[in-house]
């Protein structure tokens, strides 16, 4: 029977991995995929990481020598990987392109909405017995120029929300999805998007091109007040400038699901540690920042899929059978 061994595992993840009928023998490991962790993975044909593990060439090398001979990512993205090495050492990586882009586009929405109409403060306020409205002013959507910037699986359906939402949609991608273009949505140059929106969302994957894709030439060609929400990756932002585009009011508010520096931060418990990335910790003490730590995924439909798919990936790849979801 093949084996796989997951590495960075929490509960949720064994949940949906355990529902999956499959001959491939699960190993749950909790720690995340490194150098100095890589021997966890000895003698397995096959390993599973998601965002944050260390895919680098070392690793790979590493990996490669203990016999490892695939690498399923249970995720789209595919930044952390080097490619290069991978092929170089004969191991053939593998994703998962499309597990719910439902999911990441209603958490896109959701930190819209709500860092819109500041429920993320409303809520602790009235937990509180503090019943003002003072600092809760938001705007209607409807009427708004939002920007989706790449509309690909999930920034397609973010368009299409929005659209509900009675905003005028831009859209900004080399692809123009013709259901958008029909309904109105307005494929622009990245120049008038960020020109003319009050609301920018990153929906496109992180790129040597999108690396700090907003930075601080492009802030200053926002909106002043402009809304910024990234459910891409971090370093789709260059933080430092999106905290002087805060502190200046350039930037009206920022919500984030991901983060350059994440891989020190998010998916653990950390509320009994002193949090050492200043840059991080400045732009928790922000009132109109909202963070998730990397959940835009994470919906039972979406764990779901991603065992379903990782599993039949593993399965194909240790056949020798074509497996399509093969990275690039
Ligand atoms: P996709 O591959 O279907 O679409 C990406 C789109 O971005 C494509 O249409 C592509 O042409 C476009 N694009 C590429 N470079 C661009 C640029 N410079 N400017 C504008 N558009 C550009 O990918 P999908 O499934 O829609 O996912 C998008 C990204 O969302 C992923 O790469 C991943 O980084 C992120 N993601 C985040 C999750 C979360 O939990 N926060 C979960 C899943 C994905």
Redesign the pocket.
């Given at each position: 029977m093949p084996e796989l061994r997951l590495f960075s595992t929490k509960p949720y993840d064994r949940v949906g991995f355990d529902r999956v009928d499959s001959p491939v023998e699960r190993v749950y490991l909790e720690p995340r995929l490194a150098l100095d962790t890589v021997g966890l993975a000895d003698g397995a044909p096959a390993v599973c990481v998601f965002v944050n593990d260390d895919v680098s060439a070392p690793v790979i090398e590493a990996l490669a020598a203990g016999g490892t001979r695939c690498v399923a990512l249970r995720?789209?993205?595919f930044?952390n990987v080097n490619l290069d090495a991978a092929e170089r050492h004969g191991i053939t990586v593998v994703r998962v392109?499309?597990y719910s882009?439902n999911a990441?586009a209603e958490?896109t929405i959701a930190l819209i909405l709500a860092l819109n109409r500041r429920i993320h403060r409303a809520y602790n306020r009235v937990r509180d017995g503090n019943f003002s409205l003072d600092g809760l002013v938001g705007f209607d959507l409807a009427g708004k120029t939002a920007a989706v910037?790449?509309?690909?699986?999930?920034?397609t359906i973010v368009a299409r929300l929005l659209w509900h939402l009675r905003c005028r949609v831009l859209a900004?991608?080399?692809?123009h999805d013709e259901h958008l273009v029909g309904l109105g949505v307005e494929y622009v140059p990245?120049e008038r998007a960020l020109a003319e929106s009050d609301v920018i969302t990153l929906?496109?994957?992180?790129?040597d091109?999108?690396h700090h894709?907003v930075d601080a030439a492009a802030i200053e060609r926002m909106r002043p007040g402009v809304m910024i929400v990234n459910?891409?990756?971090g370093a789709l932002i260059d933080t430092e400038a999106a905290i002087d585009g805060l502190k200046s009011g350039r930037v009206g508010s920022l919500a984030l699901?991901?983060y350059e520096e994440e891989g020190e931060l998010f998916f653990e418990d950390r509320s009994q540690e002193i949090i050492g990335d200043d840059v991080f910790a400045r732009l928790l003490t922000f009132p109109n920042v909202l963070v998730t730590a990397?959940?835009?995924?994470?919906t039972r439909e979406a764990l779901d899929a991603i065992a379903t798919t990782t599993l039949a990936n593993v399965e194909a790849v240790l056949a020798g059978e074509p497996c399509p979801n093969t990275v690039p």
């Open positions: 995720c789209a993205g930044n392109p499309a882009p990441v958490h910037i790449g509309t690909g699986k999930i920034g900004v991608d080399d692809f990245l929906n496109c994957p992180l790129t091109e999108t894709l459910t891409g990756r699901d991901v990397h959940q835009a995924f994470l």
